[in-house]
């Protein structure tokens, strides 16, 4: 029971990172140092390359976590 624990909590923290690499930026771009796009009149931001980057891995991060905590944890109950 204690391997499926740790790989639970390692799938959370993972799930947590991607989802903040993906959905709250601010956060990861003040942790690496990059300031945040500036917006114009009409509000929009200026989409960067760090700003793809960021959704796309954050992403990508947040299903690697959920798929990998879920199959081992189904496997090991099964």
Do not use: H, K, N
Not at 17 to 29: H, S
Not at 34 to 43: I, L, N, R, V, W
């Amino acid at each position: 029971m204690l391997p499926v624990l740790i790989i639970d909590t390692l799938g959370l923290l993972l799930a947590a990172a991607g989802f903040m690499m993906a959905f709250r930026q601010a956060i990861v771009r003040r942790l690496l140092g990059q300031d945040m796009p500036e917006t114009d009149a009409a509000g929009d931001e200026e989409e960067d390359a760090l700003t793809y980057g960021l959704r796309i891995g954050g992403v990508m991060t947040m299903v690697f976590a959920i798929a990998l905590a879920g199959m081992f944890t189904l496997f090991q109950l099964s």
